[in-house]
């Protein structure tokens, strides 16, 4: 009985093992799964005076696609949006600052502008800021200046 309990209690621990070994696997797999998953992509215009804005490249930025990092909804904030948008195609061109009001934009596409900036949705206006307000795949943001 000796040696049929020695070969019991080796193949649990074989069987202990592809099992972890099997979820470790799974695990990782998930989580690179889970990261592509959690990025959307957005479309962006920008129009400045009613101008739509150009790149230095001279891209007409319409309908310009951007990805961003999504949250668990599969939703960013517009702001998330202009920060990735900017780093492409403006590095440096877009600036927020924290105020009372929430998130308070200081300049975009390289336009400080005193009279502040207008920025929608899908055509639709913002209604609780750039840092607030959220847009889902395949949405579009619009800036005007």
Known sequence: MNGNT??????????????????????TL???????????TVY?????????????NGQTMAYVPVTVPADAN????????????HEEYCPG????E?????????????VANNYGYSFAIDNAPLSLGVGQDLVGDGGHVYGYI
Do not use: C, P
């Open 6 to 27: 020695m070969k019991k209690k080796m193949m649990s621990l074989l069987l202990v093992a592809a099992m972890v070994l099997t979820t470790l696997g799974v695990t």
């Open 44 to 56: 962006v215009t920008i129009s400045d005076k009613g101008q739509l804005a150009v790149d230095a």
């Open 98 to 110: 924290d105020s009372a009001w929430g998130k308070s934009v200081s300049l975009l596409w390289n």
């Open 30 to 40: 998930g989580n690179t799964a889970y990261a592509a998953e959690n990025e959307i």
């Open 74 to 85: 599969g939703t960013a904030t517009v702001d998330a949006v202009m920060v990735a948008f």
């Open 93 to 96: 061109g877009y600036v927020t």
